[in-house]
């Protein structure tokens, strides 16, 4: 399919190692992503971000990429116009907490400490990055969302999710256990807001048919683009994630690239132009 617009994610896809946009899977340079960026522009098919990075990142790495705009927090904020103008869902927040920030509500029922509480070495706050987050607790660790979802709504919480956002790797100032490593990033927020919701509403606002919109990632979370969108891809490297195949088996439209991360990245957005 010819795209008119690509929505794709950022970590583990369209950059590579330490959020390098020059670096292969295996750390050898390439320059890969940054043809493919570049025929993306001279074809003048739009860029948009979708990201679990906050509001100001995402513009900043609009600015970098030359994005047509960004989607924040896994689908909470939709922005464009270089952050002039933003769209913030609210999901399944509840209406009592209306006017209040996810995250202020979390830290006033303290359910993200009685998670961390009831996983001990095997979740964790992603520090530092999490400080910023309005939307979402940034957790990591290694834990079953599913269980986790099935706790949350035995607690009164219901109305909240944990998503699995992929892999990172092991570092120093993490405290895990050594059987929650290489640990997974989650973001714990409220149901209905998804990268798939963001795009949709997106689309909408852009006057665009989802036939012709494509979207590209590398996790769990990313599987939510695709009824949002004609085609799917996922990048070799999330693909073969533990459980990946299996959910993937039931996404009609999704291709996994050849390649890992950057390079796959790269086979993606030539193969939409």
């Known amino acids: 399919m010819t795209a008119r617009i690509v929505y794709t994610d950022l970590d583990g896809t369209m950059v590579g190692p330490r959020g390098s946009f020059w670096h292969t899977a295996r750390r050898e340079?390439?320059?890969?992503?940054?043809?493919?960026?570049?025929?993306?522009?001279?074809?003048?098919v739009p860029l948009v971000l979708v990201s679990g990075r906050t509001l100001e990142q995402v513009i900043e790495a609009g600015r970098i990429f030359a994005a047509d705009g960004g989607i924040a927090e896994l689908g909470a904020t939709i922005t464009w116009d270089?952050?002039?103008?933003?769209?913030?869902?609210?999901?399944?927040?509840?209406?009592?907490?209306?006017?209040?920030?996810?995250?202020?509500?979390?830290?006033?029922?303290?359910?993200?400490?009685?998670?961390?509480?009831?996983?001990?070495?095997?979740?964790?706050?992603?520090?530092?990055?999490?400080?910023?987050?309005?939307?979402?607790?940034?957790?990591?660790?290694?834990?079953?969302?599913?269980?986790?979802?099935?706790?949350?709504?035995?607690?009164?919480?219901?109305?909240?999710?944990?998503?699995?956002?992929?892999?990172?790797?092991a570092t120093s100032r993490m405290t895990l256990d050594e059987d929650a490593l290489p640990p997974r990033v989650y973001h714990l927020m409220p149901r209905g807001i998804s990268k798939g919701a963001a795009i949709a509403w997106d689309l909408e606002r852009r006057g665009i048919d989802p036939r012709d919109a494509v979207a590209i990632g590398d996790s769990v979370s990313d599987l939510d683009m695709a009824p949002a969108v004609g085609r799917l891809w996922i990048t070799a490297n999330g693909a073969h994630a533990d459980g990946m195949a299996d959910l993937?088996?039931?996404?009609?439209?999704?291709?996994?690239t050849d390649a890992p991360m950057g390079e796959g990245w790269a086979q993606a957005v030539?193969?939409?132009l």
């Open 270 to 272: 030539l193969a939409s």
């Open 248 to 256: 993937l088996g039931a996404v009609p439209n999704a291709v996994v």
């Open 29 to 44: 340079l390439t320059a890969d992503p940054a043809a493919g960026l570049l025929a993306l522009h001279r074809a003048e």
């Open 82 to 169: 270089v952050g002039r103008h933003t769209h913030r869902l609210t999901g399944e927040l509840p209406a009592g907490y209306a006017g209040r920030t996810p995250m202020d509500v979390m830290a006033e029922l303290g359910v993200v400490e009685r998670l961390v509480a009831e996983h001990p070495g095997r979740l964790e706050w992603h520090a530092p990055w999490h400080v910023t987050h309005q939307t979402d607790a940034l957790l990591r660790g290694r834990v079953d969302p599913l269980a986790v979802d099935a706790w949350l709504d035995a607690q009164g919480a219901g109305w909240l999710t944990l998503k699995d956002n992929g892999s990172i790797p």
